[in-house]
C-alpha cells in the first residue's frame, strides 16, 4: 500500500506535459495476456488522459521462434509509420529483440516486465533507455506459503515454471538472490519444463516417490510455454487447470493473473496494473524533459494479496487474521 500511495503521490507531483505525447508500447505477448492487460490497463489509467498510445504485439508466447525475425520487421515498420516521442518495450522478448535497432536512434525508450538482468541486453548502456524490471517477490510469496500449508520441522517446497527465456531469467535471478536452496528452515527445488507430460509428472509426484520425499506445497510461476508431444502450443488455462485438478499438495503462484477457481490458491503477488503506472512515472518525466539515462531503473518492491476461496477451501486453509484484512479473493 505504502509504495502505491508514493507513486500516485509522484504521478500527481509531476507536471503535465506542455503538449500531448504520443507513446507506442511494443509487447512482446498477445493482448489476450493476462499480464499484458494488467499492464497496459495501468499504463492507460495515467497517459491514456493526454498522450496517444498505440499498441504492436510480437505475439511471441504462441508463435514459433522462426517467425520472430517477422514480428520484428512488422513492430519496426510500425515505429517508422507512427515515430512516437516515447517508445515502451514490454517484456524479455521485445527488449532482446527490438533495443539494438533502437540503440542506433535518440528516441527515448522505457522498458517494463525486465526479469533479466539489463546488462544481459546491453540497455545498461544505451543512453535513451530507462525503465522498470520486473522482480517477483519471492522471499515473501514463500514465507507467506509455509504460514498456510501445515509442515514439520523441515519443509520442502517445489518452484515450477516452463522452459522459455523468460522464465530461465527468472529463475536464474532468484537463484543469485538466495544464499542457498533455502529460506529459513524452508527447502526450495527448481524444476523447469516446456513438455506438457513432463509438467504433469512433475506436478502428480510433488508428494513423493517410494523413498523420495515430497513437498508440502508447489510455487507454480509462468505455465506460458508448454507444448504437447506433436510441439502444439498448450492454452496457458489448460495447464494450470490441469495442475488445479491433479495437484496432491497446494499449490501458490507469484503473479495475480495465475490466481483464481481452477487455478493457483493464492499468493503475495506482482501487480500488473502497479508496474504499468511506475513506468507511466518514467515516461512523464522523460516527456518533461528529463533525459532517460538521468532516470533510474526501478523494479516493484510492494505486491498484494489475493486469494481464491474456492482454493483455500479445497485445501482447508485459513489466513491469518492479519493477512485476512488486507487480502483480495478473486471468486
Keep these: 500500500m505504502f509504495m502505491r500511495v ?32 494488467e499492464y497496459s490497463r495501468g499504463i492507460a489509467s495515467v497517459l491514456g488522459y493526454q498522450y496517444t498510445i498505440n499498441h504492436h504485439y510480437l505475439d511471441t508466447k504462441r508463435l514459433p521462434q522462426d517467425q520472430f525475425n517477422a514480428q520484428v520487421d512488422r513492430a519496426w515498420a510500425q515505429y517508422q509509420s507512427l515515430q512516437p516521442d516515447i517508445v515502451v518495450l514490454a517484456d524479455d522478448n521485445a527488449v532482446e529483440l527490438l533495443s539494438p535497432r533502437f540503440s542506433q536512434l535518440s528516441v527515448p525508450v522505457v522498458v517494463l516486465g525486465v526479469n533479466a538482468n539489463p546488462r544481459t541486453y546491453g540497455i545498461h548502456l544505451m543512453k535513451n533507455v530507462t525503465g522498470v524490471l520486473e522482480r517477483p517477490l519471492f522471499n515473501r510469496s514463500i514465507l507467506l506459503a509455509a504460514i498456510l500449508v501445515p509442515h514439520g520441522d523441515s519443509t520442502r517446497f517445489l518452484v515450477l515454471f516452463d522452459n522459455s527465456p523468460t522464465s530461465t531469467a527468472i529463475v536464474t535471478h532468484i537463484k543469485h538472490s538466495l544464499q542457498s536452496h533455502s529460506i529459513r528452515n524452508i527447502h526450495i527445488d527448481f524444476q523447469q519444463t516446456s513438455a506438457f507430460d513432463a509438467w504433469q509428472q512433475i506436478i502428480l509426484e510433488a508428494d513423493g516417490q517410494g523413498d523420495e520425499p515430497g513437498y508440502e506445497a508447489i510455487m507454480i510461476g509462468l505455465y506460458h510455454n508448454i507444448r504437447d508431444n506433436k510441439n502444439q502450443h498448450i492454452p496457458p488455462e489448460t495447464a494450470l487447470q490441469w495442475a488445479q485438478a491433479h495437484a496432491p499438495v497446494p499449490h501458490f503462484g507469484f503473479w495475480g493473473f495465475s490466481i483464481g477457481k481452477g487455478r493457483n490458491i493464492g499468493g503475495y503477488v506482482l501487480d500488473g496494473f502497479e508496474h504499468g503506472k511506475l513506468a507511466d512515472t518514467q515516461i512523464i518525466q522523460i516527456v518533461n524533459g528529463a533525459e532517460p539515462q538521468s532516470v533510474p531503473f526501478r523494479s516493484d518492491i510492494e505486491g498484494r494479496y489475493i486469494f481464491s476461496k474456492a482454493g483455500m477451501q479445497r485445501w482447508q486453509l485459513t489466513l491469518p487474521e492479519a493477512i485476512a484484512r488486507q487480502a483480495e479473493w478473486v471468486d
Design 6 to 37: 508514493c507513486t500516485l503521490l509522484l504521478l500527481m507531483l509531476l507536471p503535465s506535459p506542455v503538449s500531448a505525447a504520443s507513446v507506442l508500447v511494443i509487447n512482446s505477448y498477445h493482448p489476450e495476456f493476462a499480464w499484458v492487460e
